[in-house]
């Protein structure tokens, strides 16, 4: 099968610029906002209450353009992009475990948002600690991370950032 993507919604938060934004949920506590899914999606959202936190998978539709080295947030040294959480990547999927408020039908109300505003939504699922959480006491050049939890403006578009 030919991969092909359609957004199934959008993302609402009050980040309007990356610039001064969360750089995961981790350290987005609080941030409340809430996903749209397309009426046609609807009948997928069924069940999924029952979750505390969901996978929200999204383009990063603001990203710069592709690269393959990049000096990712937290350290002054580059990195292959694979190696990275940066948004700047061939394919730009965002990938961000968010907490799940409520459900009220093709709407979800949820927290800890590290997502822009207006972002098209990819798909949703449910986190399962069981499944996802994984110790690992290698974590690369991440074990020597010092820098700010806080995003700047390195990964967006010169046109976005600048232009308003
Ligand atoms: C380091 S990335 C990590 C995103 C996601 N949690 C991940 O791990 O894939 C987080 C930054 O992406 C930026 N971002 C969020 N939504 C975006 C979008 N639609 N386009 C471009 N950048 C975006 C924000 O500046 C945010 O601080």
Avoid at 105 to 119: E, M, N, S
Avoid at 144 to 150: E, F, N, T, V
Wanted: charged share 25%; hydrophobic share 40%; with cysteine.
């Amino acid at each position: 099968m030919k991969p092909e993507l359609k957004p199934i919604g959008l993302i609402h938060s009050p980040h309007r610029e990356a610039e001064g934004t969360p750089i995961q949920p981790r350290w987005a506590a609080g941030v409340e906002g809430r996903v749209e899914v397309l009426p046609e999606f609807a009948p997928g959202l069924r069940d999924l209450a029952g979750f505390e936190r969901i996978w929200l998978l999204f383009w990063c539709d603001r990203a710069g353009e592709a690269r393959l080295e990049v000096v990712p947030y937290r350290d002054t040294q580059s990195h292959g992009v694979f190696a990275t959480r940066a948004p700047s990547r061939p394919n730009p999927i965002g990938l961000s475990c968010v907490r799940l408020l409520a459900v009220e039908g093709a709407l979800l109300r949820v927290a800890d948002l590290d997502v822009l505003d207006g972002t098209p939504l990819l798909d949703i699922k449910p986190n399962v600690p069981d499944l996802d959480a994984f110790a690992a006491e290698r974590v690369g050049w991440y074990a020597h991370a010092r820098g700010s939890r806080i995003a700047d403006d390195r990964f967006t578009k010169v046109a976005e950032s600048k232009s308003t």
